[in-house]
């Protein structure tokens, strides 16, 4: 299997046909784009969400292969972005952010590119993906709470907007997150 070119097959849903694939250079300008429209009315964003996605593809810790986009009638639509991480003395991922344009949201492109991203971050031969996000939503998704797992932020939240979502079965790593740079914990 060749990671880096590893795009699902189309999903239907809603009558609509969605592919989702890597993205590439070219797409960065509009996906920045599609992550500002998604977070301009979301409760808890800073506003820096796209921001964030351009210093994180600047880092050690970027992942191409993790960051994807959603395309329908090949106009991009969503992108999720997932960057390594360390969890005690192994490694994750974190999903942040995972963006959609509002007309499109609530019809599982969301759902959508999570799964994808985690089938090849498992493939990849990640263990781990943690969130900071809305319980409702993550938790429909496959994320329980973090703590269960004895993985902790390194800032103070409640416990409950702090999720993981395992890729496999097994032993997992433990212990406080450490995030990229890009992210501004330091």
Known sequence: LNIARFVLPPIIFNNMKLQIRQEIPSDYEQVERIITQAFNTAPHSDGNEARLVHDIRMGKNFIPQLSLVALYEDEIIGHILFSKIKIGNGDGLALAPLSVLPEFQ????????????HQIASKMGFTISVVLGDPAYYMKNGFSPAFKYGIYPPFNTDSKYYMVHPLIDGELPDGIVVYDMAFGLW
């Open 106 to 117: 609530r019809m599982g492109v969301g759902k959508s590119l999570i799964s994808a991203g």
